[in-house]
């Protein structure tokens, strides 16, 4: 056969879904939060994918991970205009209270820091970015200060705090 088209090709007679790589991979974040090796390795086989070549699409898209992220994911812009109003500051604040490196996660899961290459929210600048994984929200806080970095920080620790005890009470309710 060897016909090849743009979403498949005939390999020895066995067609290589690429075109479902995507969409598989997606769910498989989706679901986990990143992409655990078992995972892939199990869609690669039933998509009939090498397994290089879904490595090479999961390094390509910054959406893909392939380690687990904190429930919030805080983003600071380092574009031009961030950088100029002081994101370099902030992220150093950010990293330092969470005692956490940028594009690390701290050991307790509950924070990934990341820097983004530009928002497009200049006139906000500098711009953090927090993503709340448990309640898929996307808050976006602009002109961020020292002082109001602390503020956001307190509010994500009293989310995280009444959310536990929320499933707290529910377990109870159930035993």
Not at 93 to 120: D, I, K, M, R, W
Not at 139 to 153: E, H, M, P
């Amino acid at each position: 056969m060897g016909r090849t088209t743009e979403n498949t090709v005939d390999c020895e007679g066995s067609r290589v879904q690429r075109c479902a790589l995507i969409p598989a991979l997606q769910a498989i974040q989706g679901r986990y939060g990143y992409i655990p090796e078992a995972e892939l390795k199990a869609v690669c086989k039933r998509l009939n994918v090498p397994l290089a070549h879904a490595y090479s699409v999961i390094t390509f898209y910054a959406q893909f991970r392939v380690r687990p992220v904190g429930r919030f994911l805080l983003y600071v812009c380092r574009g031009t205009a961030c950088h100029v109003k002081g994101s370099g500051g902030l992220l150093d604040n950010l990293t330092e209270a969470l005692g956490v490196a940028p594009q690390e996660t701290n050991e307790e899961y509950s924070a990934t820091v990341e820097t983004v290459a530009c928002f497009g929210a200049c006139a906000l600048a500098p711009v953090l970015v927090v993503e709340d994984q448990l309640r898929r929200e996307r808050r976006v806080y602009g002109q961020v200060t020292a002082d109001k970095l602390r503020s956001i920080l307190s509010e994500l620790k009293s989310m995280r705090e009444s959310d536990l005890e929320v499933v707290l009470h529910e377990q109870d309710q159930t035993a």
